[in-house]
């Protein structure tokens, strides 16, 4: 089984300031790793994705995430957050099936980041 | 990149009638979808999973006789929300499965009255 734990439900930063939105995880299989970004009524766009390769990840807009094994972590972070990334994010883990199979994903509870001016 | 197109995008439907819900894989071949609800300030719920051509597998506690999903093609999957009622309006997402990872569609907002 596996499960994902993101702490806080809602992270407010300046515009400018570091984002850290936090994800921990639960799986008996080496994980792969996932955040998405939801904006109101809309999909899940990929930001970036962990499959066993290099632990410090880097996706689009600026956002990376380091995977942490023996914390069993997988934090996304931006060093300057932009008024645009105000939006709900998820992280997500996948019990990587193997080949071209990434399982199914669990999601977390998702965190909603506000940027103030 | 790959695109998954799923229409419509919002749906008012009275209870008792059905809705169907249609993702397709515009640029890539999606050996299997999962569809997903979302209730208003919650995350993602998986309800099943489907294969090209075989039976969806459905997580614990869907009904697959409400929420029939077909996934004739491999670019192709419809949910079809049977008999709705207003406890089943939700945001229904679909997901597709490529070589290369998951995409998802840009989700369904059903309204049931």
Partial sequence: ?117 | GAVVSQHPSRVICKSGTSVKIECRSLDFQATTMFWYRQFPKQSLMLMATSNEGSKATYEQGVEKDKFLINHASLTLSTLTVTSAHPEDSSFYICSAQGSYGYTFGSGTRLTVV
């Fill in chain 1, 1 to 117: 089984a596996q499960s994902v734990t993101q702490l806080g439900s809602h992270v407010s930063v300046s515009e400018g300031a570091l984002v850290l939105l936090r994800c921990n995880y639960s799986s008996s299989v080496p994980p792969y790793l996932f955040w998405y970004v939801q904006y109101p009524n809309q999909g899940l766009q990929l930001l970036l994705k962990y499959t066993s390769a290099a632990t410090l990840v880097k996706g689009i807009n600026g956002f990376e995430a380091e995977f942490k094994k023996s914390e069993t972590s997988f934090h996304l972070t931006k060093p300057s957050a932009h008024m645009s990334d105000a939006a709900e994010y998820f992280c997500a883990v996948s019990d990587g099936s193997g080949g071209t199979s990434y399982g199914k994903l669990t999601f977390g509870q998702g965190t909603i980041l506000t940027v103030h001016p």
